[in-house]
């Protein structure tokens, strides 16, 4: 059964600090990987995704990915108190429309 | 772009009854649909995987003759919670693959939240 592990958290981190969010997965097959934020009562939001090995950054945010070791990480540099909410991790296979998602990890940035 | 909207954003009803929820993609023609359930602090559960024109694909453990999806359009699927009970009280999201990219990013609802009584 393919599996995404995720620290549930809480993860507090200082405002203006760098937030590092990682996940685990257990498929080696698995070709995409997805970052999405989903803020309390609200429904997912894609932030990152990422296909290939190594760093891809987007504003705050830079995705990692090392398929070797089956990681793959969410940084957020100069944190703010609007990124606290919790954060999922999904990876799918090549040729396989469904996501498998995380369980999220909360993230709380403190003022 | 990429944006997905679902009607109801809540809904109350009485047990027994049936609910029709709406997802659309606005500015996009979708593939695919999903179909998710998340109770309050859980994680995303898939029930559904609905093609335009075909029948859904349901995941084990959800009942296909409770939750009905048609997928009409390459644009509009609709859940329906046949004889919905309070157990059935939940957050439902929808999602959507665009037919035109070339990868498997997939884009949320708002979400309807169901509330039985």
């Known amino acids: 059964q393919k599996e995404v592990e995720q620290n549930s958290g809480p993860l507090s981190v200082p405002e203006g600090a760098i937030a590092s969010l990682n996940c685990t997965y257990s498929?080696?097959?698995?070709?995409?990987f997805f970052w999405y934020r989903q803020y309390s009562g609200k429904s997912p939001e894609l932030i990152m995704s990422?296909?290939?090995?190594g760093d891809k950054e987007d504003g705050r945010f830079t995705a990692q990915l090392n398929k070797a070791s089956q990681y793959v990480s969410l940084l957020i540099r100069d944190s703010q108190p609007s990124d606290s909410a919790t954060y999922l991790c999904?990876?799918?296979?090549?040729?396989?429309?469904?996501?498998?998602f995380g369980t999220g990890t909360r993230l709380t940035i403190i003022p | 772009g990429a944006v997905v909207s679902q009607h109801p954003s809540w809904v109350i009803c009485k047990s027994g009854t049936s609910v029709k929820i709406e997802c659309r993609s606005l500015?996009?023609?979708?593939?695919?649909m999903f179909w998710y359930r998340q109770f309050p602090k859980q994680s995303l559960m898939l029930m559904a995987t609905?093609?335009?024109?075909?029948?859904?694909?349901?995941e084990q453990g959800v009942e296909k003759d409770k939750f009905l999806i048609n997928h009409a359009s390459l644009t509009l699927s609709t859940l329906t919670v046949t004889s919905a009970h309070p157990e059935d009280s939940s957050f439902y999201i929808c999602?959507?693959?665009?037919?035109?990219?070339?990868?498997?990013?997939?884009?949320f609802g708002p979400g309807t939240r169901l509330t039985v009584t």
């Open positions: 999904a990876v799918n296979d090549f040729g396989n429309e469904k996501l498998t």
């Open positions: 609905s093609n335009e024109g075909s029948k859904a694909t349901y």
């Open positions: 500015d996009f023609q979708a593939t695919t």
């Open positions: 498929d080696r097959g698995s070709q995409s």
């Open positions: 999602s959507a693959r665009d037919l035109a990219g070339a990868t498997y990013e997939q884009y």
């Open positions: 990422i296909y290939s090995n």
